[in-house]
């Protein structure tokens, strides 16, 4: 018998019914996602060959340069979300404020959205791995009114699903709804994201440490100890460790998911909060971590999904991949915490 693969809405369908209260429309919702990364995706592969490539020539409310495909996806996932019927409001990295949609469907609809709509856009030009990344979560001001900003700022174990997708060699959808991490990979043939793994899990040990070591000058004594401990030579636990770094959170957190690693961001001199943001880049990223048996904290032992926002362009350290490797960050953090 041929191999008929399993797609992501058979397998949306097959676990809707652990979500009794959402009546199909968390499937439905994750249904629109899926489409609009097709064409995020199309768009992408054909980078090179249409007016897409370039900065866009604005800066964004990070006080970063857009790009093109950053604008584009950004404009094709908030138009699939208000198509949808079952989004009050999204947001963005893009976006100042927050994106609120005020039809009769929307307005009365139970889910908000916060998004990054291309992280790694500064790598867009050089043809390496970029991303969507999305959170999703229940609404907590009455529906049949506007979304307001604390229907944004809960803390991220509220997520009913969080999930990216990474436009590589591939293009794969991972995510979660609290039931395990599945990944799907795009099958362009079909036009479908086909099951690749139910249950993804990542090793509790790796060999791969994740981080901008071209700032080392600018981090914490804690981590800079960390990235000797990683280089050290130590047959027991089989160091040195191998260093790799893309610049992509969803490209360098996708291969160490896998691979087994951690991914560190740390706060700096310069932004003493940390670079990532809470709500749409870390919050998902942890979400799915623990749910591969990982772990995702702040560096001195705060998990990330119990962090309350205060704002939903808030930013933390965010330390998170293999259970043991982040432990071991967090050793040489505390030494020096109180110092």
Known sequence: MAYQPKTLHE????????????????????????????????????????????????????????????VFANETFLRSFQASGIVAGVASEENENIIIFD??????????????????????????????????????????????????????????????IIYGSSTMMVYTTGLGTTGFTLDPSIGEFCLSTLEMKTPKDGKIYS????????????????????????????????????????????????KGGIFIYPKTEQSPNGKLRLLYECNPIAFLAEQAGGKATDGLGNRILDIKPTNIHQRVPFYTGSTNMVDKAEEFMFKYHNL
């Not at 369908?13 to 097709?38: D, M, N, T, V």
């Not at 790694?120 to 229940?138: A, L, Q």
């Not at 600018?218 to 100890?225: E, I, M, N, S």
Request: glycine fraction near 8%.
């Open 11 to 70: 397998i949306i369908i097959q676990q809707q019914s652990a979500f009794p209260y959402a009546k199909g429309e968390l499937s439905r919702l994750l249904s629109h996602i899926a489409i609009a990364a097709k064409i995020v995706h199309k768009k992408v592969n054909k980078a090179g060959l249409v007016d897409i490539l370039g900065d866009a020539g604005n800066v964004n409310v990070q006080g970063e340069g857009q790009k093109l495909l950053d």
């Open 211 to 258: 981080i901008n070591e071209g700032n080392y000058i600018k981090f914490p004594r804690g981590v800079k100890d960390f990235i000797k401990y990683c280089q050290e030579k130590d047959e027991e636990t089989k160091r040195p460790w191998t260093s790799r770094y893309i610049g992509s959170l969803v490209a360098d957190f996708h291969r160490n998911l896998i």
């Open 103 to 164: 039809d009769n469907l929307s307005v009365n609809s139970k889910y908000v959205i916060c998004m990054d709509p291309l992280d790694g856009s500064s790598n867009i030009d050089v043809n390496v791995s970029i991303g969507t990344i999305f959170s999703i979560y229940r609404r907590i001001s009455p529906a049949g009114q506007k979304v307001v900003n604390e229907d944004f700022l809960q803390p991220g174990s509220k997520q009913v699903a969080a999930g990216y």
